[in-house]
């Protein structure tokens, strides 16, 4: 199946399931090593990451706890428009190894809404894995420890990321072909 059509888009196969899971063993022996002797809680952000972090989370073998957040938008009454809140902060960090999942970085937005909160809840350290990277649409400054792909700046589906909440169930990664 290399070439699909989700909604009204057309996709081909960009990065295959067997290159999906071989890279996400490699990330796992990375953080095994660098975190060895650490008890660690992995931080999902949803919706998009949920089958990366199973996948990865399988392959962790250090004390480790797994918890999500979800970034909830709405429309807001004043003229700034849309507005992100982050919930299901049910966790007490204070002094935790966190590693922070996610599915994929673009502009960096989330991810910085996402450490600043870390931050003002006191985690000891604070790490960032996330499959996908989109290095020409990053613009921020905050330092990325395990990366899976840098990509360029095209859309993509599958694997947890979906096109208008469509896609997320296909196993590899497709991009947008026009
Ligand atoms: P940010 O711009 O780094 O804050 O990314 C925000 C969110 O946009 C990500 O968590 C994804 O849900 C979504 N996103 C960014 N690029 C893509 C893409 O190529 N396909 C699907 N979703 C994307
Ligand atoms: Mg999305």
């Not at 931080?43 to 392959?59: E, K, S, Y």
């Not at 990053?138 to 469509?166: R, S």
């Amino acid at each position: 199946m290399n070439e699909i059509t989700v909604l009204d888009r057309e996709f081909s196969v960009y990065i295959t399931e067997d290159e999906i899971q071989s890279r996400i063993t490699a990330l796992a022996e990375k953080i095994n090593e660098d975190l060895k002797g650490q008890d660690v809680l992995f931080f999902g952000v949803l919706n998009g990451v949920f089958l990366f972090a199973a996948d990865i989370f399988r392959q962790i073998n250090l004390d480790c706890q797994v918890s999500f957040i979800k970034l909830a938008s709405y429309d807001g009454t004043s003229s700034t428009g849309k507005i992100k809140e982050l919930i299901g902060w049910n966790e007490d960090i204070t002094g935790k190894t966190v590693v922070v999942l996610e599915d994929i970085v673009d502009t960096g937005a989330t991810l910085e809404r996402v450490i600043g909160e870390l931050k003002l809840r006191k985690a000891a350290e604070v790490k960032i894995c996330t499959l996908l990277f989109k290095p020409e649409a990053y613009t921020k400054d905050i330092p990325i420890d395990y990366i899976g792909f840098e990509i360029p700046n095209n859309f993509v589906v599958g694997y947890g990321l979906d096109y208008d909440g469509y896609g997320r169930n296909l196993r590899a990664i497709y991009k947008l072909t026009k």
